[in-house]
């Protein structure tokens, strides 16, 4: 059974630097795990997803330039940098079997961590 914890978010100023963390459980090698966004009013949206075995990282085009995606044994990260207002959603970390920017490939999501982009 995979289980997902996201923490790390809080309230920052516009230009800060911000890193999540999801603890995982119940990965296997043949899996991919993603982070997500959700703005107030707006569609879920897609931010980055990782092989967990691979390593390699895919990216919303609009957010590769800023956010990086990365893993350990047992965490999954999203480091963000100079960010902006429009940043501001609750994030959530999820895990599937396939390659996929879509949100219905994956099982399995954390609980949302908030992020606020604000002066």
């Known amino acids: 059974q995979v289980q997902l914890v996201e923490s790390g978010g809080k ?7 911000l890193r999540l963390s999801c603890a995982v ?7 991919y795990a993603g982070w997500f966004r959700q703005a107030p009013g707006k569609d879920q949206e897609f931010v980055a997803y990782i092989g967990w075995l691979s390593g390699h990282a895919y990216y919303e085009d609009s ?3 800023r956010f990086t995606i990365s893993r350990d ?4 990260y999203l480091q ?3 960010l902006k207002i429009e940043d501001t959603a609750v994030y959530f970390c999820a895990a599937g079997r396939y390659a996929s920017p879509i949100a219905r ?3 399995d999501w ?3 961590t908030q992020v606020t982009v604000s002066s």
């Not at 459980?25 to 899996?31: A, E, F, P």
């Not at 044994?73 to 999954?76: A, C, I, P, R, V």
């Open 11 to 17: 309230l920052v100023q516009p230009g800060d630097s």
């Open 25 to 31: 459980s119940g990965l296997t090698d043949s899996n």
């Open 63 to 65: 957010l590769k330039d």
């Open 73 to 76: 044994n047992d965490k999954l």
């Open 80 to 82: 963000m940098n100079s």
């Open 105 to 107: 490939y994956y099982d």
């Open 110 to 112: 954390g609980q949302g």
